[in-house]
């Protein structure tokens, strides 16, 4: 590319990385990662389910509101963390969800040598492909110019990005039945109480129970 940004710091991450779903915790439980997110799977796997609970039932007017479109229920702020000691995490931003799992996926498969901007929530990720790796700048303006305007840029392995995002699908749909626990009698119709879950884990509402 004609502007690769030189004078930005690169930082090699290779496949030194693990991935996390994580939801904003708002105050209501306990962060386990940065200062604002705790994981999907703790939360689910928590003997005492209470904190959960404290999380979905936040959303009680959306879930009381529920009707047969789902268009009162949305994704739980949060999504896909990368964590590596080699640099600091890349986290949702403001506005991301866990919805935004589509994206991630669409920056493993991206291909050319273009930067894209990758939502993760603003600020957004830029990205492109370098040879075998890809290459990912944080931080940056959705919408704004397609370089990155400041580093460092993160070198990443893209076979590691998909086989460490493989089973974060398989992650969410293990979570339905507990996040249809907690809904509760926020919605007495069992159907509805099911497509609400998926629809607060940005699951397709229609997709396979």
């Known amino acids: 590319m004609g502007d690769d940004r030189p004078d930005l710091e690169r930082v090699v991450v290779g496949d030194a990385f693990e991935l996390e779903l994580v939801i904003e915790s708002h105050g209501l439980s306990q962060p386990t990662i940065d200062d604002n997110f705790v994981r ?9 389910k209470m904190i959960l609970h404290s999380e979905v039932r936040a959303r ?3 879930l009381a509101a529920f009707g047969p479109d789902g268009s009162s229920v949305t994704a739980l702020d949060g999504g896909v963390a990368l ?13 991301g969800d866990l919805g935004d799992l ?3 996926q669409a920056l493993a498969d991206l291909e050319g040598e273009a930067w894209r901007e990758i939502w993760i929530g603003h600020p957004v990720l830029l990205a492109r492909r370098a040879g075998p790796d890809l290459w990912i700048a944080v931080n940056q303006e959705p919408g704004g110019e397609m370089t990155p305007q400041h580093g460092p840029i993160l070198v990443v392995s893209p076979e590691a990005l998909r086989e460490r995002l493989a089973p974060i699908g398989a992650i969410l749909e293990e979570a339905v039945p ?3 626990a907690a809904i509760g009698d926020l919605i007495r119709s069992p159907e509805d109480r ?3 879950a998926r629809a607060l884990l940005g699951l397709p509402m229609y997709g396979d129970a």
């Open 83 to 95: 964590l590596s000691p080699h640099v600091d995490p890349i986290l949702p931003e403001c506005c």
């Open 102 to 104: 589509g994206s991630w």
């Open 40 to 48: 999907v799977a703790d939360l689910v796997a928590a003997p005492d």
């Open 178 to 180: 507990a996040f249809e």
């Open 194 to 196: 099911r497509l609400a």
């Open 60 to 62: 009680r007017e959306q």
